[in-house]
T-cell receptor, first 115, second 114 residues
Framework: EAQVTQNPRYLITVTGKKLTVTCSQNMNHEYMSWYRQDPGLGLRQIYYSMNVEVTDKGDVPEGYKVSRKEKRNFPLILESPSPNQTSLYFC??????????????FGPGTRLLVL | AQSVAQPEDQVNVAEGNPLTVKCTYSVSGNPYLFWYVQYPNRGLQFLLKYITGDNLVKGSYGFEAEFNKSQTSFHLKKPSALVSDSALYFCAVRVSSGTYKYIFGTGTRLKVLA
């Protein structure tokens, strides 16, 4: 089944304790992205990647790191989480399609609570 | 600044009536516009997109959207609403053709009343 998977789905942690949220897609997509969803703010893009070893900042990259060492995986790293990073996180991926907008396929989400 | 606006936090409509969820955008160049839907406790699902061509775009589940360049709008419509259409709807725009950078609206909750 074609899908984007995220782990964990739910996470409670404490301020300053490093964590990683994994994202994996099995559709051979070139493009991948991370978003956070907050009430009243919609989805905001954190980082995106257009190829292996190529990443770029979205609108809210502060406090986050990403890496793209292989095509299928795009982990999101919070080196020192803070309470303002409590949010619902989504990973998304797309094929690279010349000349047209890419349809994004979203993972199920990871709900993070930082105490 | 590039932006997407969904002016209504919530839209209520009776089942069987037509529905409209509004979206306006501000980007430089030709926009790539999208609508996504989020059902409770689920990820986002693609509904439709406008890239070029006919201003009326048809998508999944009977939804359609009309691109209006002069009004910089991309409103989502459906002729006859179903209770099962109740969900959170997001409008999104791709910022430019050379990046994978997207801006999403704040979302509109659609409630279809039986």
């Amino acid at each position: 089944e074609a899908q984007v998977t995220q782990n964990p789905r739910y996470l409670i942690t404490v301020t300053g304790k490093k964590l990683t949220v994994t994202c994996s897609q099995n559709m051979n997509h070139e493009y991948m992205s991370w978003y956070r969803q907050d009430p009243g703010l919609g989805l905001r893009q954190i980082y995106y990647s257009m190829n292996v070893e190529v990443t770029d900042k979205g609108d809210v990259p502060e406090g986050y790191k990403v890496s793209r060492k292989e095509k299928r995986n795009f982990p999101l790293i919070l080196e020192s989480p803070s309470p303002n990073q409590t949010s619902l996180y989504f990973c998304a991926s797309s094929w690279k399609v010349q000349g047209v907008g890419e349809t994004q396929y979203f993972g199920p989400g990871t709900r993070l609570l930082v105490l | 600044a590039q932006s997407v606006a969904q002016p209504e936090d919530q839209v209520n409509v009776a089942e069987g009536n037509p529905l409209t969820v509004k979206c306006t955008y501000s980007v430089s160049g030709n926009p790539y516009l999208f609508w996504y839907v989020q059902y409770p406790n689920r990820g986002l699902q693609f509904l439709l997109k406008y890239i070029t061509g006919d201003n009326l775009v048809k998508g999944s589940y009977g939804f359609e959207a009309e691109f209006n360049k002069s009004q910089t709008s991309f409103h989502l419509k459906k002729p006859s609403a179903l209770v099962s259409d109740s969900a959170l709807y997001f409008c999104a725009v791709r910022v430019s053709s050379g990046t994978y950078k997207y801006i999403f609206g704040t979302g509109t909750r659609l409630k279809v009343l039986a």
